[in-house]
Nanobody
Framework: QVQLVESGGGLVPAGGSLRLSCAASGLTFSDYAMGWFRQAPGKEREFVAGISWSGSNTDYVDSVKGRFTISRDNAKKTVYLQMNDLKPGDTAVYYC???????????????WGQGTQVTVSS
């Protein structure tokens, strides 16, 4: 069965860093573009970053550009989100997802993880 399992979330002070990981199983990982989304209480799910199947193309929401970096290791079937200079506005549950191509639209992602909480204190 397909599973995407996020890890690496936690509580961090503003200006700090975290690295999220998403380990995939049950799918041909290299066939999929991968994305990170986040959802804060009372807000819509938001695209954060995406990466093509080969890792050659990436995309970021403007609010995280220059601070976050998405990467993948197809041999390990894992996608990462390095988050630097974290801000309180980054507080959310972060989800990884798999799609046939990079897209900002969550409805186009076929598989989703359960999420990991990121909390950034002031």
């Amino acid at each position: 069965q397909v599973q995407l399992v996020e890890s690496g979330g936690g509580l961090v002070p503003a200006g700090g860093s975290l690295r999220l990981s998403c380990a995939a199983s049950g799918l041909t990982f290299s066939d999929y573009a991968m994305g990170w989304f986040r959802q804060a209480p009372g807000k819509e799910r938001e695209f954060v970053a995406g990466i093509s199947w080969s890792g050659s193309n990436t995309d970021y929401v403007d609010s995280v550009k220059g601070r976050f970096t998405i990467s993948r290791d197809n041999a390990k079937k894992t996608v990462y989100l390095q988050m630097n200079d974290l801000k309180p506005g980054d507080t959310a549950v972060y989800y990884c997802a798999a799609a046939t191509t990079i897209t900002i639209y969550p409805g186009r992602y076929r598989y989703w993880g359960q999420g990991t909480q990121v909390t950034v204190s002031s």
